[in-house]
Protein backbone atom coordinates (compact mmCIF):
# COMPACT_ATOMS: atom_id res chain seq x y z
CA UNK A 1 0.00 0.00 0.00
CA UNK A 2 1.31 3.56 -0.58
CA UNK A 3 2.82 5.26 1.91
CA UNK A 4 0.29 8.37 1.07
CA UNK A 5 -3.12 5.99 1.31
CA UNK A 6 -1.59 4.65 4.70
CA UNK A 7 -1.49 7.80 6.12
CA UNK A 8 -4.88 8.63 4.73
CA UNK A 9 -6.63 5.43 6.14
CA UNK A 10 -4.21 5.99 9.67
CA UNK A 11 -6.40 9.36 9.65
CA UNK A 12 -9.51 7.78 8.96
CA UNK A 13 -8.99 5.15 11.74
CA UNK A 14 -8.10 7.94 14.53
CA UNK A 15 -11.39 8.13 15.33
CA UNK A 16 -14.10 5.57 16.02
CA UNK A 17 -15.83 4.40 12.68
CA UNK A 18 -18.51 1.42 12.10
CA UNK A 19 -16.01 -0.94 10.88
CA UNK A 20 -17.64 -4.72 8.75
CA UNK A 21 -14.98 -7.15 7.91
CA UNK A 22 -16.13 -9.42 5.51
CA UNK A 23 -13.97 -13.09 4.47
CA UNK A 24 -14.51 -15.23 1.45
CA UNK A 25 -17.21 -17.75 1.20
CA UNK A 26 -16.42 -21.41 2.68
CA UNK A 27 -13.75 -19.08 4.76
CA UNK A 28 -10.42 -20.67 6.12
CA UNK A 29 -8.12 -20.59 8.89
CA UNK A 30 -6.55 -18.00 6.95
CA UNK A 31 -9.98 -15.87 5.85
CA UNK A 32 -10.90 -16.17 9.47
CA UNK A 33 -7.42 -15.82 11.33
CA UNK A 34 -7.16 -12.07 9.29
CA UNK A 35 -10.80 -11.63 9.73
CA UNK A 36 -10.30 -11.87 13.49
CA UNK A 37 -7.24 -10.35 13.57
CA UNK A 38 -8.47 -7.20 12.38
CA UNK A 39 -11.06 -7.90 14.34
CA UNK A 40 -8.87 -7.35 17.57
CA UNK A 41 -6.96 -4.88 16.64
CA UNK A 42 -9.52 -2.08 15.30
CA UNK A 43 -11.49 -2.86 18.60
CA UNK A 44 -8.89 -1.42 20.73
CA UNK A 45 -9.18 1.99 18.93
CA UNK A 46 -12.62 1.72 20.07
CA UNK A 47 -14.21 1.17 16.75
CA UNK A 48 -17.67 -0.23 16.27
CA UNK A 49 -16.83 -3.85 14.13
CA UNK A 50 -18.80 -6.78 13.37
CA UNK A 51 -17.18 -9.47 11.25
CA UNK A 52 -19.53 -10.91 8.70
CA UNK A 53 -18.92 -14.40 6.97
CA UNK A 54 -20.99 -15.43 4.37
CA UNK A 55 -21.18 -18.60 5.45
CA UNK A 56 -20.84 -21.03 8.44
CA UNK A 57 -17.10 -22.47 8.64
CA UNK A 58 -15.68 -25.70 10.00
CA UNK A 59 -14.98 -27.04 13.79
CA UNK A 60 -11.59 -26.61 13.80
CA UNK A 61 -11.52 -23.29 13.31
CA UNK A 62 -13.93 -22.52 16.39
CA UNK A 63 -11.79 -21.82 19.14
CA UNK A 64 -10.22 -19.18 17.63
CA UNK A 65 -10.63 -15.99 20.25
CA UNK A 66 -13.50 -14.02 19.69
CA UNK A 67 -14.80 -16.27 16.97
CA UNK A 68 -18.40 -16.27 18.64
CA UNK A 69 -18.96 -12.87 17.42
CA UNK A 70 -18.87 -13.58 13.69
CA UNK A 71 -22.73 -13.06 12.34
CA UNK A 72 -23.05 -15.44 9.29
CA UNK A 73 -24.86 -13.68 6.21
CA UNK A 74 -26.65 -16.57 4.80
CA UNK A 75 -28.04 -17.92 8.61
CA UNK A 76 -28.66 -14.29 9.94
CA UNK A 77 -29.28 -11.89 6.99
CA UNK A 78 -31.59 -9.30 8.58
CA UNK A 79 -28.57 -8.50 11.22
CA UNK A 80 -25.78 -8.62 8.55
CA UNK A 81 -27.81 -6.06 6.30
CA UNK A 82 -28.30 -3.77 9.45
CA UNK A 83 -24.53 -3.85 9.81
CA UNK A 84 -23.63 -3.47 6.08
CA UNK A 85 -25.87 -0.78 5.51
CA UNK A 86 -24.70 1.27 8.63
CA UNK A 87 -20.85 0.85 7.92
CA UNK A 88 -18.35 3.70 7.40
CA UNK A 89 -15.80 1.07 6.26
CA UNK A 90 -15.61 -2.70 5.10
CA UNK A 91 -12.48 -4.19 5.50
CA UNK A 92 -12.55 -7.26 2.66
CA UNK A 93 -9.61 -10.05 3.44
CA UNK A 94 -8.26 -12.91 2.09
CA UNK A 95 -10.00 -12.34 -1.48
CA UNK A 96 -9.64 -10.49 -4.79
CA UNK A 97 -12.99 -10.51 -6.49
CA UNK A 98 -16.84 -9.83 -5.22
CA UNK A 99 -17.52 -12.64 -6.93
CA UNK A 100 -15.95 -14.92 -4.24
CA UNK A 101 -18.91 -13.81 -1.63
CA UNK A 102 -21.87 -14.55 -3.66
CA UNK A 103 -25.08 -13.24 -2.18
CA UNK A 104 -23.30 -10.93 0.21
CA UNK A 105 -22.11 -9.01 -3.11
CA UNK A 106 -25.67 -8.05 -3.40
CA UNK A 107 -26.40 -7.00 -0.02
CA UNK A 108 -23.42 -4.82 -0.48
CA UNK A 109 -25.01 -2.51 -2.74
CA UNK A 110 -26.49 -0.68 -0.09
CA UNK A 111 -23.34 0.06 0.99
CA UNK A 112 -21.97 4.01 0.22
CA UNK A 113 -18.42 3.82 2.20
CA UNK A 114 -14.87 2.55 1.36
CA UNK A 115 -13.88 -0.45 0.95
CA UNK A 116 -9.85 -1.59 2.04
CA UNK A 117 -8.85 -4.76 0.39
CA UNK A 118 -5.98 -7.01 1.91
CA UNK A 119 -5.50 -10.01 -0.25
CA UNK A 120 -2.33 -12.43 -1.57
CA UNK A 121 -4.32 -13.58 -4.74
CA UNK A 122 -3.88 -12.90 -8.05
CA UNK A 123 -5.62 -10.58 -10.57
CA UNK A 124 -7.35 -8.37 -7.33
CA UNK A 125 -10.92 -6.21 -8.78
CA UNK A 126 -10.42 -2.60 -8.46
CA UNK A 127 -13.32 -1.60 -6.19
CA UNK A 128 -11.23 -0.70 -2.73
CA UNK A 129 -10.33 2.51 -1.60
CA UNK A 130 -7.22 1.52 0.18
CA UNK A 131 -5.46 -1.75 -1.86
CA UNK A 132 -3.12 -4.14 -0.42
CA UNK A 133 -2.77 -6.76 -2.31
CA UNK A 134 0.25 -8.66 -2.78
CA UNK A 135 0.72 -12.11 -4.70
CA UNK A 136 4.07 -13.25 -3.29
CA UNK A 137 2.53 -12.96 0.49
CA UNK A 138 2.36 -16.57 2.25
CA UNK A 139 -1.05 -15.53 3.47
CA UNK A 140 -3.32 -12.89 4.17
CA UNK A 141 -2.22 -12.98 8.38
CA UNK A 142 1.07 -12.40 6.87
CA UNK A 143 -0.34 -8.84 5.49
CA UNK A 144 -2.49 -8.23 8.37
CA UNK A 145 0.54 -8.31 10.74
CA UNK A 146 2.10 -6.42 8.05
CA UNK A 147 -0.57 -3.58 7.89
CA UNK A 148 -0.75 -3.40 11.56
CA UNK A 149 3.64 -2.56 11.34
CA UNK A 150 2.76 0.07 8.55
CA UNK A 151 0.34 1.81 10.78
CA UNK A 152 2.93 1.67 13.38
CA UNK A 153 1.33 -0.07 15.93
CA UNK A 154 2.87 -3.51 15.80
CA UNK A 155 3.45 -2.90 19.55
CA UNK A 156 -0.76 -2.91 19.91
CA UNK A 157 -0.35 -7.33 18.90
CA UNK A 158 -2.22 -8.82 21.51
CA UNK A 159 -2.05 -12.39 22.44
CA UNK A 160 -5.42 -12.70 20.72
CA UNK A 161 -3.99 -11.17 17.85
CA UNK A 162 -1.06 -13.08 17.53
CA UNK A 163 -3.04 -16.36 18.25
CA UNK A 164 -5.56 -15.24 14.72
CA UNK A 165 -2.61 -14.08 12.57
CA UNK A 166 -0.26 -17.18 13.46
CA UNK A 167 -3.05 -19.98 12.44
CA UNK A 168 -3.51 -18.43 9.10
CA UNK A 169 0.31 -18.23 8.26
CA UNK A 170 0.23 -21.62 9.15
CA UNK A 171 -2.78 -23.25 7.86
CA UNK A 172 -2.29 -20.98 4.43
CA UNK A 173 1.31 -22.30 4.10
CA UNK A 174 0.77 -26.04 4.65
CA UNK A 175 2.59 -25.56 8.20
CA UNK A 176 5.31 -23.36 6.70
CA UNK A 177 6.37 -25.55 3.88
CA UNK A 178 4.86 -24.00 0.47
CA UNK A 179 7.48 -22.39 -1.19
CA UNK A 180 5.52 -18.73 -0.16
CA UNK A 181 6.92 -19.15 3.05
CA UNK A 182 9.92 -16.87 3.51
CA UNK A 183 12.33 -15.78 6.04
CA UNK A 184 10.42 -12.58 6.61
CA UNK A 185 7.38 -15.24 6.89
CA UNK A 186 9.80 -17.02 10.01
CA UNK A 187 10.56 -13.55 11.41
CA UNK A 188 6.88 -12.44 11.80
CA UNK A 189 5.90 -16.27 13.03
CA UNK A 190 8.56 -15.08 16.11
CA UNK A 191 7.37 -11.86 16.84
CA UNK A 192 3.81 -13.91 16.80
CA UNK A 193 5.47 -16.28 19.37
CA UNK A 194 6.79 -13.56 21.56
CA UNK A 195 3.73 -11.30 21.61
CA UNK A 196 1.53 -14.56 22.78
CA UNK A 197 0.61 -17.03 20.42
CA UNK A 198 0.91 -20.30 21.51
CA UNK A 199 2.32 -21.92 18.70
CA UNK A 200 2.31 -26.14 19.87
CA UNK A 201 -1.69 -25.41 21.51
CA UNK A 202 -2.82 -23.95 17.72
CA UNK A 203 -1.29 -26.62 15.97
CA UNK A 204 -2.98 -29.00 17.76
CA UNK A 205 -6.31 -27.59 17.79
CA UNK A 206 -6.18 -27.16 13.74
CA UNK A 207 -4.34 -30.72 13.05
CA UNK A 208 -5.23 -32.80 15.98
CA UNK A 209 -9.11 -32.92 16.35
CA UNK A 210 -10.14 -35.21 13.90
CA UNK A 211 -13.44 -37.39 13.84
CA UNK A 212 -13.11 -41.10 13.53
CA UNK A 213 -15.93 -40.24 10.56
CA UNK A 214 -12.93 -38.03 9.02
CA UNK A 215 -9.97 -40.18 9.02
CA UNK A 216 -12.45 -43.04 7.84
CA UNK A 217 -13.38 -40.58 4.64
CA UNK A 218 -10.07 -39.85 4.54
CA UNK A 219 -9.28 -43.71 4.03
CA UNK A 220 -12.21 -43.51 1.29
CA UNK A 221 -10.70 -40.71 -0.70
CA UNK A 222 -7.22 -41.99 -0.68
CA UNK A 223 -8.74 -45.64 -1.62
CA UNK A 224 -10.37 -43.65 -4.68
CA UNK A 225 -6.88 -41.62 -5.88
CA UNK A 226 -6.30 -42.50 -9.67
CA UNK A 227 -2.38 -41.89 -11.13
CA UNK A 228 -2.52 -40.53 -14.14
CA UNK A 229 1.77 -41.51 -14.60
CA UNK A 230 2.18 -39.71 -17.56
CA UNK A 231 1.09 -36.70 -16.44
CA UNK A 232 2.83 -37.24 -13.42
CA UNK A 233 -1.11 -35.52 -12.41
CA UNK A 234 -3.11 -37.72 -9.54
CA UNK A 235 -6.96 -37.13 -8.75
CA UNK A 236 -9.61 -37.84 -5.62
CA UNK A 237 -12.91 -38.26 -6.08
CA UNK A 238 -15.52 -38.48 -3.41
CA UNK A 239 -19.25 -39.08 -4.32
CA UNK A 240 -21.83 -37.52 -2.13
CA UNK A 241 -23.15 -41.15 -1.56
CA UNK A 242 -19.79 -41.58 0.04
CA UNK A 243 -19.84 -38.55 2.05
CA UNK A 244 -23.11 -39.35 3.51
CA UNK A 245 -21.53 -42.87 4.13
CA UNK A 246 -19.14 -41.13 6.67
CA UNK A 247 -21.12 -38.50 7.95
CA UNK A 248 -19.43 -35.72 6.36
CA UNK A 249 -19.16 -32.48 7.83
CA UNK A 250 -18.09 -28.95 6.89
CA UNK A 251 -14.52 -28.78 6.25
CA UNK A 252 -13.84 -32.91 6.96
CA UNK A 253 -12.07 -33.06 3.10
CA UNK A 254 -9.58 -30.01 4.31
CA UNK A 255 -6.09 -31.14 3.04
CA UNK A 256 -7.29 -34.03 1.09
CA UNK A 257 -5.86 -33.10 -1.98
CA UNK A 258 -2.51 -32.77 -0.29
CA UNK A 259 -2.44 -36.48 0.16
CA UNK A 260 -2.12 -36.57 -3.51
CA UNK A 261 0.50 -34.33 -4.15
CA UNK A 262 2.87 -36.29 -1.53
CA UNK A 263 3.28 -39.23 -3.97
CA UNK A 264 6.67 -39.33 -5.57
CA UNK A 265 6.87 -37.97 -8.63
CA UNK A 266 3.34 -35.73 -8.75
CA UNK A 267 3.13 -32.41 -9.95
CA UNK A 268 -0.46 -31.84 -10.20
CA UNK A 269 -2.94 -33.42 -7.95
CA UNK A 270 -6.93 -32.72 -7.73
CA UNK A 271 -10.00 -33.18 -5.67
CA UNK A 272 -13.26 -33.86 -6.95
CA UNK A 273 -15.91 -33.54 -4.20
CA UNK A 274 -19.92 -33.92 -5.52
CA UNK A 275 -21.46 -31.55 -3.08
CA UNK A 276 -25.41 -32.56 -2.95
CA UNK A 277 -26.14 -28.89 -1.41
CA UNK A 278 -25.07 -26.50 -4.21
CA UNK A 279 -25.90 -29.37 -7.09
CA UNK A 280 -21.99 -29.04 -8.46
CA UNK A 281 -18.65 -30.79 -8.04
CA UNK A 282 -16.12 -28.45 -5.91
CA UNK A 283 -12.79 -28.56 -6.89
CA UNK A 284 -9.49 -28.08 -5.46
CA UNK A 285 -6.47 -28.11 -7.33
CA UNK A 286 -2.59 -28.31 -5.74
CA UNK A 287 0.76 -28.77 -7.84
CA UNK A 288 4.14 -28.33 -7.07
CA UNK A 289 6.68 -26.38 -9.26
CA UNK A 290 5.47 -23.75 -11.87
CA UNK A 291 2.68 -25.62 -13.34
CA UNK A 292 -0.35 -22.74 -12.43
CA UNK A 293 -2.99 -24.07 -10.97
CA UNK A 294 -4.50 -21.13 -10.98
CA UNK A 295 -4.67 -21.16 -14.56
CA UNK A 296 -5.76 -24.37 -15.20
CA UNK A 297 -8.64 -23.45 -12.87
CA UNK A 298 -9.63 -19.84 -14.14
CA UNK A 299 -9.48 -21.44 -17.38
CA UNK A 300 -11.15 -24.78 -17.25
CA UNK A 301 -13.40 -24.87 -13.88
CA UNK A 302 -14.59 -21.22 -13.71
CA UNK A 303 -12.37 -20.86 -10.73
CA UNK A 304 -8.93 -19.32 -9.66
CA UNK A 305 -6.23 -18.83 -6.34
CA UNK A 306 -2.87 -19.41 -6.57
CA UNK A 307 0.01 -20.51 -8.89
CA UNK A 308 0.37 -24.19 -6.85
CA UNK A 309 -3.17 -24.00 -4.78
CA UNK A 310 -6.00 -22.97 -6.56
CA UNK A 311 -9.80 -24.11 -6.67
CA UNK A 312 -12.88 -24.51 -8.94
CA UNK A 313 -16.12 -26.18 -9.80
CA UNK A 314 -17.94 -27.95 -12.22
CA UNK A 315 -21.72 -28.35 -13.28
CA UNK A 316 -21.07 -31.35 -15.01
CA UNK A 317 -21.58 -34.81 -12.82
CA UNK A 318 -18.75 -36.38 -11.36
CA UNK A 319 -17.58 -39.24 -14.05
CA UNK A 320 -18.12 -36.41 -16.51
CA UNK A 321 -15.74 -33.69 -14.99
CA UNK A 322 -12.82 -36.59 -14.34
CA UNK A 323 -13.60 -37.55 -17.75
CA UNK A 324 -13.20 -33.93 -18.99
CA UNK A 325 -10.19 -33.55 -16.14
CA UNK A 326 -8.47 -36.31 -18.43
CA UNK A 327 -8.87 -35.33 -21.45
CA UNK A 328 -7.79 -31.46 -21.03
CA UNK A 329 -4.39 -32.78 -19.28
CA UNK A 330 -3.74 -33.94 -22.82
CA UNK A 331 -2.60 -30.57 -23.78
CA UNK A 332 -0.70 -30.11 -20.76
CA UNK A 333 1.40 -33.26 -21.32
CA UNK A 334 4.79 -31.29 -21.84
CA UNK A 335 4.13 -28.86 -18.90
CA UNK A 336 3.99 -31.41 -16.92
CA UNK A 337 7.09 -33.58 -17.67
P1 LIG B 1 -9.16 -24.62 -1.75
O1 LIG B 1 -8.79 -25.63 -2.77
O2 LIG B 1 -8.42 -24.81 -0.47
O3 LIG B 1 -10.63 -24.44 -1.58
O4 LIG B 1 -8.66 -23.23 -2.32
C1 LIG B 1 -7.35 -23.02 -2.72
C2 LIG B 1 -7.18 -21.59 -3.18
O5 LIG B 1 -7.95 -21.37 -4.35
C3 LIG B 1 -7.65 -20.58 -2.16
O6 LIG B 1 -6.75 -19.51 -2.18
C4 LIG B 1 -8.99 -20.16 -2.65
O7 LIG B 1 -9.25 -18.83 -2.31
C5 LIG B 1 -8.91 -20.34 -4.15
N1 LIG B 1 -10.19 -20.84 -4.67
C6 LIG B 1 -10.84 -21.96 -4.29
N2 LIG B 1 -11.99 -22.12 -4.97
C7 LIG B 1 -12.09 -21.06 -5.81
C8 LIG B 1 -13.07 -20.64 -6.77
O8 LIG B 1 -14.10 -21.28 -7.00
N3 LIG B 1 -12.79 -19.47 -7.43
C9 LIG B 1 -11.66 -18.74 -7.21
N4 LIG B 1 -11.47 -17.62 -7.90
N5 LIG B 1 -10.74 -19.11 -6.31
C10 LIG B 1 -10.93 -20.25 -5.62
MN1 LIG C 1 -5.22 -16.94 2.09
Redesign the pocket.
Request: glycine share 30%; proline share 0%; charged share 20%.
Given at each position: MEKSKIKELKKVLSSPKKIVVIP?KNP?GDAIGSSLGVYHYLKQNKHDISIISPNDYPDFLKWMPGEEVVIKYDAQNDIACKKIKEAELIFTLD?NSLS?IDEVANGLKAFTGDYVMIDH?QAPDDYAKYTYSDTSMSSTCEMVYNFIDFLGEAHKITAEIATCLYTGIMTDTGSFRFPSTTSATHRIIANLIDYGAKNALIHNDIFDTNSLDKLHLLGCALKNLVELPQYHTVYITLSKEELQQFNYKKGDTEGF?NYGLSLKGIKFAAIFIESAQENIIKI?LRSKGDFSVNEF?RKHFN????IN?????SEMSLEETTAFFEKTLKAYKEELQ
Open positions: HDFRHVSAGGGHAAGGR
